[in-house]
């Protein structure tokens, strides 16, 4: 089965910029999740979907941050305008449904410079 | 607060040798454990564990949970310089996945 998908691979933009983060989960996974992952931390969730609806985003700096799964699928993960603490690894993750036996699979990841 | 605590933070070790990784954890419902190898960028997954003693095995590297003491180890014989990776633990609290800040493996050859 093929994994999951996200672009591009790497980003360098300027504070104040803005930013947009694609990821295409693996076919017939509903849930989706974003993360950020910060060098030498673990991952921090920003925001869970269930199939097109959001079940967690108590994580997510909502005055930069915004992300949409239109129609369960595709989901982009923007940041306007960005701030130099954004620095760090935003992974996306699939998995085929919300719960504790479900594990998670990560995509590649995209890692954003902010200088 | 639920919690998840990696030990150590970092290891250096030559190939061959065997390693183990701790992970302890304090959450409020446990529901599993799982174990990730990172490297690069994207996390793979490595086990799923939800029941006490019962050890998960992929060749050189195995697992177990210990739901009385609330830790699970990661063990990996003979190790390769392919092992080099960030090990990185998580527990499902309710419908929340708590990450540990990662275990940093470095095999020498």
């Known amino acids: 089965e093929a994994g999951v998908a996200q672009s591009p691979r790497y980003k360098i933009i300027e504070k104040r910029q803005s930013v947009a983060f694609w990821c295409n989960p693996i076919?017939?996974?509903?849930?989706l999740y974003w993360y950020q992952q910060i060098l030498g931390q673990g991952p921090k969730l920003l925001i869970q979907f269930q199939n097109n609806g959001v079940v967690d985003d108590s994580q997510l700096p909502k005055d930069r941050f915004s992300a949409e799964r239109l129609k369960g699928v595709d989901s982009t993960l923007k940041i306007q305008p960005a701030k130099l603490e954004d620095s760090a690894v935003y992974l996306c993750?699939?998995?085929?449904?919300?719960?504790?036996?479900?594990?998670?699979?990560f995509g590649n990841g995209t890692r954003l410079t902010v200088t | 607060e639920d919690k998840v605590v990696q030990s150590p933070l970092s290891l250096v070790v030559h190939e061959g040798d065997t390693v183990t990784l701790n992970c302890s954890y304090e959450?409020?419902?446990?529901?599993?454990l799982l174990w990730y190898k990172q490297e690069k960028k994207a996390p793979t997954f490595l086990f799923m564990l939800t029941s006490s003693g019962i050890e998960k095995k992929s060749g050189r590297l195995s697992s177990i949970l210990d739901k009385k003491e609330l830790f699970s180890i990661l063990n990996i014989t003979a190790t390769q310089t392919g092992d080099s990776a960030v090990y990185l633990c998580?527990?499902?609290?309710?419908?929340?996945?708590?990450w540990g800040a990662g275990t940093k493996l470095i095999i020498k050859p």
């Open positions: 959450v409020t419902n446990f529901r599993s």
């Open positions: 998580a527990v499902y609290s309710n419908y929340q996945l708590i």
């Open positions: 076919s017939g996974h509903a849930t």
């Open positions: 993750a699939s998995s085929h449904y919300r719960g504790p036996n479900s594990p998670l699979h």
